[in-house]
């Protein structure tokens, strides 16, 4: 069994954790920011786990997906990317509109924003005041537009 | 209504075999609930495939519920099956590789290459990813031919799943302490398919306007001496031989053909087979791809850029996958809605994703934002993915898309399902790993199988049949639950491509 060591984490819950079970909540977390159309349950199955995946929605939110998914999605994009220009070379009407760095610079903001509006709509339903809490911060963050629409309307819910 | 659920169950690949059930319990939760590269590979074909490259680091920022701190990584690689070794070549590592220590088998070559053998290696000391620094890891395996069985001299190739085969699976797992933070389950599944040799005259296919002049791929249902064979993968570009192939008797003959920039072809009742040698069955690969109509609506100019190429994006992926399907042949960019519109388009996108029904009649019913008979793609400025409702032509595609959302959302209107956790053939693995574009989100989602490729095309509730763009060729009702005579296993898929 892992304990949550006081003061390692700001957390409303101190919760003891098997090795599996954290892995479980991070994959079950993971399936949530991550999904195309989420019509399998998979923020229901967020709820399920408990306020135990609060700290990591919370950090997400703020901080957006970890470094090492960002960049296992930027060799992604640029792969896609040289796929697509070699590709144009004998489909001209396929040739990407934008220049690489843009298209890296586009994409991996749609995955952060993603991360972070996923991290707002599953706050919004744990509610509570480290959830609360985390919405007011990311507010003051520098934020796209349909990032703060969610976070300002979860963070204006959650205060009711 | 959205997507039916979906039921359960590269970049480049390397497969890896698994034997055995060495490992953690943890291993073996991780391997059942996260994707198997189940890949089908005839040795005689294998070429060295790259494997996306692992990043050194945990999966979510935080790590997991209560992970302390900021402690180094440990990897736990458990190596399983023919694999004769696997090279881990590590970059942009600050310090000597030589500090990290190493338990179990596995050494250091003079390259910052790890090479690694079958069993358990705890890799302990790695430095975890920052925004600044990243540490990537880029595998190759070789793989023990000798370990792969041979079959029965005067027995047909095991081509179609027969159980002649072995896999070989890689686990890496990223440990904090005892805690796997972030994990890869590599397999593949290895058998041989010797190919006799070609002694003319030999039974052939002639592929005619082959119009890229790819190595085709041909699933052939046929009469062979050892019986009837299904979906027996062939490859070709123009007249190839497929050795002897009988006449039909009491067996199915067809022969579904994918290529790119062709439509798939599907003939049937194939009476071109004989016994003697010397059968010629020539196939005409036209019409090229079909051309879908395509309505592509945008609520902001500043959707536009991305709109092109998300489109030429879902060309290129359904194309090079042998879809045989032009996304960009008959595509509308409609002009720019009036706000009340656009406002219309992004509201009721947004109502469907929040809500999970499928009310579009305020789109469908407003002919200056849609048009009917047509596939009508909207991006809009709402937060989410992406979406298609079932039978209504409507596909929404938001600000958090990746680039290969649309070909996904297309996918589903030409009827594919979601691919994750299925097991269709019933062998206990996973048939699609998370690089298959209908997996329902992820990272490197670029494959398209020809058992989808298949169904895009003949489901007759594909909207290529539903909008009356297939003008010719057989339709074929074929779920992607069904495998059957009549249906290829939806995940059967050549590789190479």
């Not at chain 2, 338990?103 to 910052?112: L, S």
């Not at chain 2, 009469?223 to 497929?242: K, L, M, W």
């Amino acid at each position: 069994m892992i304990a949550v060591a006081a003061g390692c984490q700001r957390s409303e819950v101190e919760v003891a954790l098997s090795q599996e079970a954290s892995a479980q909540v991070r994959r079950t977390i993971v399936r949530w920011l991550e999904c195309e159309e989420c019509t399998d349950g998979e923020l229901e199955a967020v709820l399920k786990v408990g306020r135990v995946g609060v700290p990591t929605l919370a950090a997400t939110l703020i901080e957006g997906p970890a470094p090492a998914r960002l960049e296992e999605q930027r060799e992604h994009l640029a792969g896609l990317y040289r796929q697509q220009v070699e590709y144009a070379r004998s489909h001209p009407r396929a040739a990407p509109r934008m220049s690489e760095s843009e298209y890296l610079a586009v994409y991996t903001a749609n995955l952060v924003a993603r991360y972070r509006v996923r991290s707002a709509m599953a706050l919004e339903r744990f509610g509570g005041p480290e959830a609360a809490q985390a919405l007011e911060r990311a507010l003051a963050l520098p934020l796209r537009d349909d990032e703060r629409g969610v976070i300002a309307a979860a963070a204006a819910r959650v205060r009711r | 209504m959205r997507l039916p659920r979906s039921s359960r169950p590269a970049g480049l690949l390397f497969a890896l075999v698994l034997l055995g059930g060495t490992g953690s319990a943890n291993s073996q939760v991780a391997i059942k609930q996260y994707p198997h590269f189940i890949y089908p590979i005839c040795l005689e074909d294998l070429i060295v495939i790259e494997i996306p490259p692992i990043i050194v680091g945990c999966e979510v920022i935080d790590c997991c519920p209560g992970c302390p701190g900021t402690p180094p990584i440990d990897w736990r690689i458990l190596v399983e099956g023919p694999v004769q070794q696997l090279a881990l070549r590590f970059e942009n590592l600050a310090d000597s590789p030589q500090t990290l220590r190493v338990e179990g088998p596995a050494r250091w070559d003079q390259r910052a290459t790890l090479m690694v053998g079958r069993g358990q290696t705890m890799l302990r000391g790695l430095p975890r990813a920052t925004r600044a620094r990243q540490v990537k890891v880029r595998p190759q395996v070789r793989f023990d031919a000798a370990a792969v069985p041979v079959d029965t001299p005067g027995v047909a190739p095991a081509r179609d799943g027969s159980p002649r085969q072995v896999d070989a699976r890689i686990l890496i797992e990223q440990l904090i302490g005892e805690i796997v933070v972030n994990e890869r389950v590599i397999m593949y599944r290895l058998r041989r398919c010797p190919r006799p040799p070609i002694v003319w005259p030999t039974d052939q296919i002639d592929l005619n306007n082959n119009a890229a002049m790819d190595n085709a791929v041909v699933f052939l249902d046929a009469r062979r001496a050892s019986g009837c064979v299904n979906d027996e993968i062939n490859r070709g570009i123009d007249i190839f031989s497929v050795g002897s192939v009988l006449s039909n008797q009491t067996c199915r003959s067809e022969v579904a053909v994918f290529s790119d920039d062709d439509a798939v072809q599907l003939v049937e009742n194939v009476t071109a087979w004989s016994d003697p040698l010397g059968d010629l069955l020539p196939v005409n690969m036209t019409p090229d791809r079909w051309q879908p109509p395509i309505d592509v609506w945008i609520t902001r100019a500043a959707l536009q850029a991305r709109s092109q190429n998300e489109v030429a994006q879902a060309d290129l992926l359904i194309n090079t996958n042998h879809g045989g399907i032009d996304v960009l042949a008959n595509v509308t960019a409609q002009p720019l809605p009036t706000n009340a519109n656009a406002t219309t388009i992004d509201n009721t996108a947004g109502n469907v994703w929040n809500t999970g029904a499928c009310n579009v009649g305020a789109i469908t019913g407003n002919p200056a934002i849609f048009t009917a008979n047509r596939l009508n793609v909207y991006f809009v400025n709402q937060a989410f993915t992406g979406w298609w409702c079932p039978q209504s032509n409507v596909i929404a595609i938001g600000t958090t898309a990746q680039p290969e959302t649309l070909a996904h959302e297309l996918g589903h209107a030409f009827t594919l399902a979601h691919t994750d956790g299925v097991d269709y053939n019933a062998d206990g693995a996973n048939d699609f790993p998370n690089t298959n574009i209908m997996w329902p989100g992820g990272v490197g989602r670029t494959t398209f199988t020809e058992g989808q490729c298949f169904r895009m095309t003949l489901n007759p509730t594909s909207m290529l049949n539903v909008n009356g763009v297939r003008t010719v060729g057989p339709t074929r009702n074929c779920p992607d639950a069904t495998l059957s005579s009549a249906c290829p296993w939806v995940a059967l898929d050549a590789v190479p491509n």
